[in-house]
């Protein structure tokens, strides 16, 4: 792939993450993406699905068509294929004919069923805890080349580092709401010990413990409490007793 058609790739995928909603409808839009490119390539109906593992389970989550989620199915009902055989290994793994192949016979068997002759798994590394494959299906055996497989292998390499910079930006985002709701417990933590160190002209610990002691009494968060005394708050002062 030269740098122009990365670049253009990796703008396509850019523009298919921002536009959904979750890591599967990413995935979704990515295999239409991956599937009409390497068409484009062979000159015939390349389809495509992916598979996502969490925690050693698999399952079909995407796919150009509804026959490629059908076809990726068929692996996942038998339980082990190119596509499974990727994910567990994160490498490349080419079924260049269904017919000669002696790896899984009974896979390949319902592939040429529907009349599928080559197939190739792509693994994605996604982070946090999950991996995914994109699996091409192809309707004639030898059909991916080096050109091709090249091409396929480049889809992985640019759909992981996409999903990557996606989960670093939502931990992030995380982390940024994590923080300021952190502060805004603190703020009110704060807030209140004042209020009871004003009433009670007690210092600071001991207001703090008075808001502990309430906390522990009740069962309930500490910020919870001083957020219900300060909810006291009125034209007349504040009541800082707790029944």
């Not at 792509?122 to 004639?140: K, L, T, Y």
């Not at 994590?178 to 807030?191: G, K």
Request: glycine fraction near 8%; aromatic fraction near 4%.
């Amino acid at each position: 792939m030269t740098e122009a058609n990365e670049d253009s790739a990796v703008l396509q995928l850019q523009d298919i993450l921002i536009g959904a909603d979750s890591v599967e409808a990413f995935l979704d839009g990515l295999a239409a993406f991956a599937a009409s490119t390497l068409t484009g390539l062979a000159g015939t109906g390349i389809e495509c699905a992916v598979t996502l593992k969490r925690h050693r389970h698999t399952a079909t989550v995407a796919g150009s068509s509804p026959r490629a989620v059908e076809l990726d199915q068929i692996e996942q009902a038998i339980g082990d294929g190119p596509c499974i055989r990727a994910l567990f290994t994160m490498a490349p793994e080419l079924l260049d004919d269904v017919r000669t192949d002696e790896r899984w016979p009974a896979y390949q068997k319902q592939l040429a069923k529907h009349d599928v002759y080559s197939t190739l798994g792509i693994p994605v590394d996604i982070g946090e805890g999950a991996s995914a494959a994109i699996n091409f299906f192809g309707p004639a055996p030898g059909l991916f080349t080096a050109e091709l497989f090249d091409r396929a292998v480049e889809f992985g390499e640019l759909a992981s580092r996409t999903l990557h910079l996606s989960v670093r930006i939502g931990s992030a985002q995380a982390r940024a709401l994590n923080l300021e709701a952190a502060m805004q417990s603190r703020t009110a933590i704060d807030v209140a010990c004042g209020v009871i160190m004003a009433q009670n002209r007690c210092s600071q610990k001991e207001a703090m413990d008075i808001l502990a002691k309430v906390s522990s009494n009740r069962n309930q968060k500490l910020r919870d409490v001083a957020v219900e005394l300060l909810g006291r708050l009125s034209g007349s002062g504040v009541e800082t007793h707790f029944e």
